[in-house]
């Protein structure tokens, strides 16, 4: 029998996802002997000819990494739909759109301007920017369109199954593959990852205070913060009782706080949300003003509840679409 | 045509005869990080901006963390200060190692002209053994285990504070730590003895290293101490001229002075160069206003190695390549493999420091300025993040200078000259095409420098196209 055949690719990303799938080290190589890897942009030969003449659906499973946010990359996503009978999102940019995503608070002139134009090392007396098709020298040269805005994959194509992190954790991919390999796949549009909170497989956890109440919020540079206590409990923001389990508490580990990489908990839709709601069961405040004395210290609600999730949350994008 | 390749492509222009008339190295892409930073808590952007790059994305942190220090006027702490170039050290020896066993490796192990199956990380393993491909692989974890103890996920670490740390080291894991640290000094020697049997003793080899189809006339730009040793962490940022004569030793706060970054239409990466000489465009001729960056700038711009194995093997360097600055292109990947053993010396040190263990992580003493600037030497080349904000710590101006910018000039002449060298006619063979690769892969290329990625290589398109912009071969590889 054929070898299923695999491939792995990356769409718009900071190459983390490919590195996620080289950290499973020796795993790697045994389960390279085991698929046809017919894609790998990032570590091998790159025949999308080959791509083009299979069949529709030949390839068994393709893992995409990174968002998606010019005309190449909705090209590839969907060539790779058209291939592949199971598309895996792989990491928060695929599922979520990623830190990237951010850059739908800015408008793509904005992004052009300082780029190109403002900042304070550009050189740009003939007031270039980069064109879909330029002539230099009497020969055509192209790039591909830079969209106004950042989508997550599911918004370009058909995604079946979700894999969260910044970058996912080597086991999880594991997980994944022999998931996938193995024929044991949960229901179509699953997350392939644990369904409850963070908070749940925290250290900190167990001494948390049955009642957490914080009269003040202190980001993260301002205090030294206890390795041992719950953040929240400490007035720090954590994402941790809106955020997906599954990242091994690598943050918290290191004494940072969750910033939301592996996106909502199960049934979900909007971590954000479900965060302020549960800000809003901690805050000690009686009064209006002392309620938007605590708000007002929460600077950047937008930058710290959708870091990774700006594309897919009910903001999306700060100015509406033509 | 389509365009299937990621990140970059280059495109050959042949004349009517057939002969290269031009060469363009094109970035495909822009995500537009120095916008939708602002507004953040500043504090954040160490954990924000290594998405700019998972390859590299310890430099970012640690040069973001440094931007803070600078904002907040504080110093680290003793301990800060190692920590973190513990972090960094361990990125280095990684990083630089795996290009070396797997695109060096590609090219040198296997053979320039091998065929494209052939180079890859398979072959090279076949080539060497999988004794020698699975310590690759082992100094790989154990240097990333290194950076997931300190920073969580080494392809996004989220440590660092201004003035300090997140996490202290404790006595015990010290041990592993400098276990892995001489294992990791044991294998740079024995890379860089590699590097001697395969391309120093193999005569086709060397001329291939000082063929002037290979040999740009650049300035270097790179970090030096006080006494003009190298270093990655810190120091003034130290230009020579393309014959090895300093042309400038700035601070990092003067950066604007000298960084100009010229704009084209025909690419999205912004093309840095020496403003005070001015655009001169794609050339190195008498005049030139382009410099480089990366290992090979490093070593030219320093008058020293920082630790001695790494010395003694900068001393052979410059002796083979007959003095400094070498000019060679090829030369970085020897370059790379001499950083490593400094990375991997000063791992050593640093893991038998008294004060490594110490609890003392984080200086509180904050003071909120306007203007932070932290710089350091990424492994392809220096790297500026430049951030102010307002009274409440929240980021109102970005901007970023990254390794492949400064480079990106340089790469497309690198190209240019490599194809006018070897591609004569319309009819290419494989071989003389991985030829004018390869002056591309020696910088290590990192777009944006958000797309070269481990194991391989950026992956490039290449179109050749004749005299009239008809496309007559495309070639895709990693």
Redesign the interface.
């Known amino acids: 029998m054929s070898k299923p055949k695999i491939a792995i690719c ?1 769409l ?9 799938v ?2 499973m ?2 795993v790697l190589l045994r389960v ?1 002997g085991t698929v046809d890897i017919v894609l ?10 080959r ?2 003449k299979m069949k529709n659906g030949e390839i068994v499973l393709s893992v995409v990494n990174g968002n998606v ?2 005309s ?1 990359q909705e ?2 996503a969907k ?1 790779l739909r058209e291939k592949s009978q199971l598309i895996l999102a792989f990491g928060a940019c695929a599922c979520l759109g ?3 995503g ?5 408008t793509r002139e ?2 052009f301007n ?3 134009r403002d ?6 007396p ?1 007031g ?4 879909t098709t ?1 002539r ?2 009497g ?6 369109e ?1 969209y106004n805005r950042v989508y997550a994959l599911n918004a370009i194509i058909d995604v079946d199954y979700y894999l969260p992190g ?2 996912p ?1 080597p086991y999880s991919v594991m997980y994944a593959l022999s998931a996938v390999l193995e024929n044991k796949l949960p229901s179509e549009g699953s997350t392939l990852a644990p369904h409850r909170a963070l908070c749940d497989s925290c250290d900190r956890n167990r001494s948390k205070p049955d009642k957490i109440s914080i009269r003040k919020i202190r ?4 205090v ?2 206890a ?1 041992d206590t719950c953040f929240l409990a400490q007035g720090i923001i954590c994402l941790g009782p809106a955020t997906r389990d599954g ?1 091994g508490v ?2 918290v ?4 706080p969750c ?1 939301g ?1 592996f996106g909502p908990v199960e049934g979900v839709e909007d971590s954000g949300a479900k965060f302020v709601s549960t800000m809003a069961s901690i805050l000690d405040a009686e009064s209006d003003e002392e309620v938007a004395t605590v708000v007002n210290q929460f ?2 609600p ?3 509840l959708y ?1 990774f999730s700006l594309p897919v949350s009910t903001l999306r994008k700060k100015q509406v679409d033509k | 045509m389509t365009r299937l390749e990621g990140h970059g492509k280059i495109e050959i222009f042949l004349d009517d005869k057939g002969n290269v008339d031009d060469a363009y190295w094109q970035v495909t892409e822009l995500r537009g990080f120095e916008r939708f930073c602002l507004g953040r808590p500043v504090e954040e952007l160490p954990r924000i901006m290594p998405n700019i790059c998972g390859v590299c994305p310890s430099p970012h942190n640690i040069a973001s963390v440094k931007a803070l220090d600078d904002l907040y006027e504080v110093e680290p702490t003793p301990t800060a200060k190692l920590i973190r170039q513990l972090h960094y050290n361990a990125f280095m020896v990684e990083d630089h190692l795996l290009h070396f066993f797997i695109l060096a490796g590609a090219d040198f192990v296997i053979g320039p002209s091998a065929e494209p199956a052939e180079r890859n990380i398979l072959g090279v393993v076949a080539k060497v053994g999988m004794e020698i491909g699975g310590k690759v692989i082992e100094v790989r974890k154990r240097c990333r285990e290194i950076i997931r103890y300190l920073a969580s996920k080494p392809p996004h670490p989220e440590g660092g504070l201004p003035g300090g740390v997140s996490k202290g080291v404790t006595e015990e894991d010290r041990k592993w730590i400098r276990a892995t640290a001489d294992l990791c000094v044991e294998f740079c020697q024995f890379a860089l003895e590699l590097f001697k049997q395969i391309v120093l003793e193999n005569k086709e080899y060397l001329n291939l290293v000082l063929n002037d189809a290979y040999k740009l006339n650049t300035y270097y730009m790179g970090l030096v101490d006080e006494n003009n040793r190298l270093n990655f962490y810190e120091g003034k940022c130290r230009v020579v001229d393309p014959k090895g004569k300093e042309y400038a030793l700035f601070d990092c706060h003067d950066y604007v002075d000298y960084i100009g970054e010229w704009v084209e239409p025909w690419t999205y990466i912004r093309l840095t160069h020496l403003k005070q000489i001015g655009w001169n465009g794609l050339n190195d001729n008498e005049g030139t206003s382009l410099y480089r960056v990366g290992p090979l700038a490093r070593l030219n711009v320093a008058d020293s190695m920082y630790t001695p194995l790494a010395q003694r093997e900068y001393e052979a360097m410059f002796d083979t390549l007959g003095g400094k600055p070498s000019n060679h292109t090829l030369a970085y990947h020897w370059a790379r493999l001499i950083e490593a053993l400094q990375a991997a010396e000063h791992l050593q040190r640093i893991a038998s420091d008294p004060l490594l263990t110490s609890k003392d992580i984080r200086n509180m003493a904050l003071k909120l300025g306007k203007v932070g600037i932290g710089c350091v030497e990424a492994a392809r080349g220096t790297l500026i993040h430049h951030y102010e904000a307002d009274s409440d710590g929240r980021t109102t101006k970005v901007n970023l200078i990254v390794a492949t910018q400064h480079n990106a000039a340089p790469i497309c002449l690198s190209v240019k000259k490599a194809a006018t060298e070897f591609i004569k006619g319309p009819e290419v063979k494989e071989g003389l095409l991985n030829m004018v690769e390869m002056a591309f892969r020696a910088y290590d290329p990192c777009l944006g420098c958000a797309t070269h990625a481990l194991p391989g290589q950026m992956p490039l398109e290449v179109n050749i196209r004749d005299h009239s912009g008809a496309l007559i071969r495309t070639i895709q590889r990693p």
Not at chain 1, 102 to 106: D, E, G, I
Not at chain 1, 219 to 222: C, L
């Open positions: 990356w718009g990303s900071c190459g983390g996802c490919d590195e996620a080289v950290d080290n020796e390279a790998w942009p990032v570590a091998m030969d790159f025949k999308y000819d791509l083009k946010r010019n190449e090209e590839i060539l990623g830190t990237a951010l850059a739908n608070l800015s904005d992004i300082w780029v190109y900042a304070p090392t550009i050189v740009n003939n270039n920017y980069p064109q330029s230099v020298n020969k055509e040269l192209t790039l591909p830079l910044c970058p954790p980001r993260i540079h301002e030294e913060a390795p990242c690598s943050c580990n290191i004494n940072m910033r990489c600077v950047d937008v930058g710290y870091r």
